[in-house]
């Protein structure tokens, strides 16, 4: 895979030249923190995933930093960016591919708020990181002061939890099962414990991989029979950073990111007096079962281009107090600057012990929608077609949505509020995701067939 460079992070299959690729972004974002934020020598964050090579990159952009590393180690990318914040950072870097394979390995550059960094600014470091012809060696003799702040950054994301739940025990009955996979979301054993949760665990050694990195069905199924054996309720997964949380159950159902984020906003609009924050940030591939359960509690939905950065950006905008992706499986509860699988999942508990209710009861009584996602590798850029994809339905009689720039998503809404929606992956190289949503389960997957059949035609 090549290097894929964008807002959303960089991310390559980490080898010798990936090695020279860290070391030049750090000398990037070195001079982006003393250029644009006038730091000559930057403190910074640094926390990583669970990924094997992650050590090493951290030796790498230490090895040509100038100013204060303060290193969180392995820790979620929410630990990490609430770290940049209350340990007074100027910036950060998560060291993490998220929810891409062990081989592969990147970066997010964070602001001083612990928000990943606006589009405009990550095309400066990319810009910047392609002006060095040859790594300098900058710093070789001179070592960035290196500070363990590991279990100051843990204390503090508990903090923002507790204050942001305004709890710090959780009654709730129901015995689940949780698999951080070997990733960075073995933290949240500690967590659920002081919360009182009773759980099982497995698949607990940072880096041992057992399963796919991404959670969904396929890679979650397996643990139906565990489920099962052990008379538990539903499994959790996290992805590698543990910004994503799914939740499988007891039958191989997938609850997924649509459904947490309308609990989740159901919860936090229901909790809020002050209406003019009744506002759930979206991307434009989120389902409108989302904006069903937030229009009925009278708040407003706001959509925008697929990326956190950019659900950041809006929820800052209009002081919105709850965002999301709801074709992942994280939710960006304010003052949060990222999507966050462990506050999602302790939200969700807490909206069933205040309405009295299991899991299965909550998802049962939200309104039925049938959301459709496929991943199709094209032979070329889905850029070359969108023009003729976008003709199509326009002749169909199907209203046109669209965000962002040329890169950004394609939404073709039928009358019926069902829609069919493409976007290129800006992290897999011409890897197209279409998804379709409906009220109807036959009108969802004749969106999805007829999409398939004009992308092949068309790229013929």
């Not at 007074?88 to 394979?101: C, K, L, M, P, R």
């Not at 960035?144 to 305004?166: G, Q, R, V």
């Not at 997938?254 to 906003?265: C, F, M, R």
């Amino acid at each position: 895979m090549e290097l894929i460079e964008s807002f959303s992070g960089i991310r390559g299959v980490y080898n010798p030249s990936f090695r020279e690729i860290a070391e030049k972004y750090a000398i990037s974002f070195l001079e982006f923190l003393r250029e644009k934020k006038n730091k000559e020598k930057p403190r910074i964050v640094i926390g990583r995933d669970t990924r094997h090579s992650g050590k090493e990159i951290f030796d790498i952009i230490a090895s040509a930093w100038e100013g204060t590393i303060l290193n969180v180690e392995i820790a979620t990318t929410p630990i990490i960016e609430n770290a940049v914040r209350a340990l007074n950072a100027d910036g950060g870097i998560i060291i993490t591919a998220s929810h891409n394979e062990p081989e592969f390995n990147g970066f997010k550059f964070l602001n001083q708020d612990g928000s990943v960094l606006k589009a405009v600014d990550a095309d400066f470091l990319i810009k910047r990181k392609n002006e060095i012809k040859e790594i300098r060696n900058i710093n070789k003799n001179q070592k960035a002061e290196i500070l363990d702040k590991h279990k100051e950054a843990i204390e503090s994301y508990k903090e923002l939890i507790i204050s942001l739940l305004k709890i710090d025990k959780i009654n709730f009955n129901e015995k689940f099962l949780v698999d951080p996979n070997g990733g960075s979301g073995t933290i949240s054993k500690e967590i659920f414990s002081d919360f009182g949760l009773n759980a099982e665990y497995i698949n607990m050694e940072p880096g041992k991989f057992k399963r796919l990195i991404e959670p969904k069905k396929e890679s979650l199924f397996y643990l139906v029979d565990e489920l099962k054996k052990n008379n538990l309720s539903f499994a959790i997964g996290f992805d590698c950073d543990a910004d994503r949380v799914e939740i499988l159950d007891v039958k191989g159902n997938l609850i997924d990111g649509n459904q947490l984020l309308a609990l989740n906003a159901e919860y936090i609009l229901s909790e809020t007096k002050d209406e003019e924050k009744k506002i759930v940030v979206v991307n434009d591939a989120t389902s409108y079962l989302v904006k069903e359960i937030v229009e009925k509690l009278g708040g407003k939905i706001k959509e925008v281009e697929v990326g956190e950065t950019n659900i950041v950006e809006e929820m800052e905008k209009t002081n919105a107090l709850i965002g999301g992706e709801g074709s992942n499986g994280g939710v960006i509860i304010s003052p949060s600057k990222c999507r966050d699988g462990i506050l999602t999942f302790l939200f969700l508990l807490k909206l069933c012990e205040e309405k009295q209710k299991t899991l299965s009861e909550l998802i049962s009584q939200l309104p039925k929608y049938y959301y459709v996602k496929e991943k199709l590798k094209l032979s070329n850029s889905f850029f070359k077609i969108k023009d003729l994809v976008k003709e199509y339905y326009i002749k169909l009689g199907y209203k046109i949505q669209e965000t962002g720039d040329e890169t950004g998503g394609l939404k073709a809404l039928k009358s019926d509020n069902s829609w069919i929606w493409f976007r290129q992956s800006k992290t897999e190289p011409n890897a197209l995701r279409i998804i379709s949503d409906s009220k109807s389960k036959k009108t969802s997957n004749l969106l999805i067939e007829e999409a398939k059949k004009l992308l092949k035609k068309l790229e013929k």
